[in-house]
């Protein structure tokens, strides 16, 4: 298994610009899919963003497309998510994962990765 932290959350007012990283040790994360997902007070965890090994592929659920991007730098064991217009309902606790695998349909289900980051706290305040 690989180790994550995650770091890069805050509070942001609605509109602005936070970006995540996960930083990877114990193996090297050009190894293992990445993705991202989110929990709010109440809610079940979703899936966000992903990218495959060698960043060729990117994933994203939908009301994410078109502001978040998720990108990767192997050379650093880190992921990144670079997220643009934040909304209130962005709000949650993001969590960084990593798995072993390569189906396209794989990326969004959270029981394919193996690898969990302990999560940072995303507040988008209206």
């Known amino acids: 298994q690989v180790q994550l932290v995650e770091s890069g959350g805050g509070l942001v007012q609605a509109g602005g610009s936070l970006r995540l990283s996960c930083e990877a040790s114990?193996?090297?994360?050009?190894?293992?899919?990445m993705g991202w997902f989110r929990q709010a007070p109440g809610k079940e965890r979703e899936f966000v963003a992903a990218?495959?090994?060698?960043?060729?592929?990117?994933y994203y659920t939908d009301s994410v497309k078109g502001r978040f991007t998720i990108s990767r730098d192997n050379a650093k064991n880190t992921v990144y998510m670079q997220m643009n217009s934040l909304k209130p309902e962005d709000t949650a606790n993001y969590y960084c994962?990593?798995?072993?695998?390569?189906?396209?349909?794989?990326?969004?289900?959270?029981?394919?990765?193996?690898?969990w980051g302990q999560g940072t706290q995303v507040t988008v305040s209206s």
């Open positions: 114990g193996r090297t994360v050009s190894m293992y899919a």
């Open positions: 990218i495959s090994f060698n960043g060729g592929s990117t």
């Open positions: 994962a990593a798995g072993r695998f390569w189906r396209s349909s794989s990326y969004y289900i959270q029981n394919n990765y193996d690898s």
